[in-house]
């Protein structure tokens, strides 16, 4: 009898220790694999951010690249459109309005504002307001003050 019970009761621990394991194998897997599928979610998400970002980063440096290709585009055109009237200068003015054109220019390129002086001859000026220089090189009529 004795013999009996401790059979049953080995039998009965290893029914628990089977149910044990199996409940603790149920719950480890759901709460991994819950957690797995996070994760994947999440690396996703970031994998999408990151090729957004890139796809952005692309797009600006672009965008930046073309700038500068009109931006030096624009350059040698107003540096041709400078050649032309100094070519037309040379073959039309007179003596008096070609020195005044090629001072005035030279300071201008030189990052010296110039204004027109009374007698019609070119000063340094002091300002460096835009709206200033655009008077001294006779591109804005002067504002009243």
Request: with cysteine; glycine share 6%; proline share 4%.
């Amino acid at each position: 009898m004795e013999e009996q019970m401790t059979m049953g009761l080995w039998l009965l621990l290893i029914l628990l220790a089977v149910a044990l394991a199996g409940v603790l194998g149920f719950w480890i897997g759901r709460t991994t694999s819950h957690e797995r599928r996070l994760i994947r979610e999440l690396e996703s998400e970031l994998d999408s951010r990151m090729q957004e970002l890139n796809r952005y980063r692309s797009a600006v440096n672009q965008h930046f690249d073309r700038t500068a290709t009109l931006f030096a585009g624009m350059a040698g055109a107003y540096r041709d459109l400078y050649h032309h009237l100094a070519e037309s200068c040379e073959e039309l003015a007179d003596k008096p309005t070609r020195q005044r054109l090629e001072e005035r220019a030279g300071r201008l390129l030189a990052n010296v504002p110039v204004r027109e002086g009374r007698e019609g001859r070119s000063e340094p000026t002091q300002s460096r307001s835009s709206d200033a220089r655009e008077r001294e090189i006779d591109l804005k009529p002067p504002r009243p003050d």
